[in-house]
Antibody
Framework: EVQLVESGGGLVQPGGSLRLSCAAS????????MSWVRQAPGKGLEWVSV???????SHADFVKGRFTISRDNLKNTIYLQMDSLRAEDTAMYYCARDVTFDLWGQGTRVTVSS | EIVLTQSPATLSLSPGERATLSCRASQNINKYLAWFQQKPGQAPRLLIYDASNRATGIPARFSGSGSGTDFTLTISSLEPEDFAVYYC??????????FGPGTKVDIK
């Protein structure tokens, strides 16, 4: 079955770190554009990061220097390392496939609060 | 950065009615616009890509049109399961990929 499964979310204090995982099955992440998209409670969708090609990456300005997207081809998994977390990073985080965003995971919730 | 504007913010309709949702881009994005449906507690689902192509498994009552800066999603006859929030998104000029603010289609 072709699917994405996110994990790693939770409650973290401001300034803390989390690493999100997105495990893929039914296709290979190494040959796909893979993105993270987030959605704050009651708000719209916001693109965060993408990894593609030979480990090329790009991040939204609001996470540059704080978040890092990476990939483990052997585990067929992508990651989002989130450092220096802020209250405004509180959101559901989804991973999605391809530049068409044709496949989404169910999301993992991140809450940044003291 | 490409800014997408969606209208209306809310569309109140009855089952069986036709829904017309609009998305406008701040500059020319050619055909590179997608539409997503999101229901409460669920992940978004791709409906339409490249302005007019239905994604796999999407019913024919969903159609997309437009190019350049003005795009439309049409639901020809609303089914009960179509009441949801709809987002447009562009991939013409990235980063960043940008999404519109969404249109909520609710039951009248």
């Amino acid at each position: 079955e072709v699917q994405l499964v996110e994990s790693g979310g939770g409650l973290v204090q401001p300034g803390g770190s989390l690493r999100l995982s997105c495990a893929a099955s039914g296709f290979t992440v190494s040959s796909s554009y893979m993105s993270w998209v987030r959605q704050a409670p009651g708000k719209g969708l916001e693109w965060v990061s993408v990894i593609y090609g030979g480990d090329k990456t790009s991040h939204a300005d609001f996470v540059k220097g704080r978040f890092t997207i990476s990939r483990d081809n052997l585990k067929n998994t992508i990651y989002l390392q989130m450092d220096s977390l802020r209250a405004e990073d509180t959101a559901m985080y989804y991973c999605a496939r391809d530049v068409t965003f044709d496949l989404w995971g169910q999301g993992t919730r991140v809450t940044v609060s003291s | 950065e490409i800014v997408l504007t969606q209208s209306p913010a809310t569309l109140s309709l009855s089952p069986g009615e036709r829904a017309t949702l609009s998305c406008r881009a701040s500059q020319n994005i050619n055909k590179y616009l997608a539409w997503f449906q999101q229901k409460p507690g669920q992940a978004p689902r791709l409906l339409i890509y490249d302005a007019s192509n239905r994604a796999t498994g999407i019913p024919a009552r969903f159609s997309g049109s437009g190019s350049g800066t003005d795009f439309t999603l049409t639901i020809s006859s609303l089914e009960p399961e179509d009441f949801a929030v709809y987002y447009c998104q562009q991939r013409s000029i990235w980063p960043p990929f940008t999404f519109g603010p969404g249109t909520k289609v609710d039951i009248k």
